[in-house]
């Protein structure tokens, strides 16, 4: 996992506000450092185990922020 990282206050912030919205119980600081570190992980695993459909996804999230390109 990603222990050493600090992940940026407004990344946690949105993470929080997200679990608020399916969880609120447990919409918690620690709980949403816990689903940033779980995202990286399952990242980190798919560029080695299939780095191609990594690929495909960034390609795929790069055209909705750029449609015209």
């Not at 919205?21 to 695993?45: C, F, G, Q, R």
């Not at 560029?47 to 390109?69: F, M, T, V």
Request: net charge negative.
């Amino acid at each position: 996992m990603t222990k050493d990282y600090d992940y940026p206050e407004a990344d946690i912030d949105r993470m929080i506000e997200y679990i608020k919205s399916i969880d609120p119980e447990n919409a918690t600081p620690e709980m949403a450092i816990m689903m940033l570190e779980n995202e990286y992980a399952k990242n980190h695993k798919l560029s080695h185990e299939q780095p191609e459909l990594l690929e495909a996804i960034y390609n795929d999230i790069k055209k909705k922020q750029r449609p015209n390109q």
